[in-house]
């Protein structure tokens, strides 16, 4: 053996452990006549680990060893139908805290586990806390493959993108930093939000058509004279886009009526 061999460090991680439920499964997909290597795979082990359980079950009608049963430490607090209800808990609502999952294992399932326990049984299976990126509930997936399909031939050229945004004194506020080991992470910024501005623009393939910028927030009232004055206006446009600016501007009163204030930027060109 080389010098480099034998400083070389081997790290060895333990055996998956593999729960009472799913060593029942395996015995019953061998029965059912499923290939031990199809079983490792189901039950996420090792054939040699099938082979062992099956042997348990046929020597001693068990599905563990009975000579060192009770040596391999305390049994685990949550089982796989409790790790199961964890996770689909968690896809229900992924901003629950420990201490409400805990009240919900105790409430629905009968069991009591510490949120240490907890804790480590999400890390186990790969959860993890992260910061939250939020999707609006108003939306309509059934909705919007419609418009697709029924808008999705207008060619590029005829599309105009209409959005909005705003800046006030805590728009740069950075939300992480540094700190040491065991120190809190504190800045000191205003938590005035002063004086706000708002931009609202129109796009379209070849730029920014119109933008109006204004002090305040944008309401429907702002959004229907931006369109008056803005987009409604033939000098700004080419010879292709007169005739759906002299059409848009028809429909302006009906698009008064219908529009809100959080849905501005959706228009529906209607022939």
Not at 89 to 118: C, G, V
Not at 197 to 224: T, Y
Not at 266 to 271: D, E, G, K
Request: glycine fraction near 6%.
């Amino acid at each position: 053996m080389s010098s480099s061999e034998s400083d070389a460090t081997v790290f060895s991680t333990m055996a998956p452990h593999i729960s009472q439920q799913i060593r029942d499964r395996i015995v019953a997909w061998h029965e059912e006549g499923i290939l031990p290597e199809e079983i490792a795979h189901l039950a996420g082990c090792s054939i040699r680990s099938v082979f062992y359980i099956l042997a348990y079950h046929r020597d001693f009608a068990t599905t563990c060893n009975p000579f060192v049963y009770g040596t391999h430490g305390r049994i685990r607090s949550l089982d796989i139908g409790d790790i199961n209800y964890i996770s689909s808990l968690l896809n229900a609502n992924p901003k629950l805290f420990l201490d409400e999952i805990q009240e919900s294992l105790m409430q629905y399932r009968q069991r009591e586990a510490s949120i240490s326990t907890l804790s480590r049984a999400l890390r186990h299976i790969q959860i993890t806390h992260k910061k939250v990126a939020t999707a609006a509930l108003e939306r309509n997936e059934l909705l919007r493959a419609i418009w697709q399909a029924e808008y999705g031939g207008i060619a590029a050229d005829y599309c105009i993108w209409l959005d909005e945004s705003s800046v006030d004194n805590m728009t740069n506020i950075r939300r992480s930093g540094w700190s040491e080991l065991g120190q809190a992470c504190v800045s000191r910024d205003t938590f005035i939000r002063g004086q706000r501005f708002s931009i609202l623009p129109a796009l379209s393939p070849e730029g920014i058509v119109a933008l109006d910028i204004f002090e305040g927030s944008v309401n429907k009232d702002c959004f229907i004279r931006f369109l008056n004055e803005q987009l409604v206006n033939l000098s700004l446009w080419s010879n292709e886009f007169k005739l759906i600016a002299s059409l848009l501007g028809s429909k302006i009163e009906s698009v008064s009526r219908t529009i809100e204030c959080r849905h501005y930027g959706q228009l529906h060109n209607t022939s």
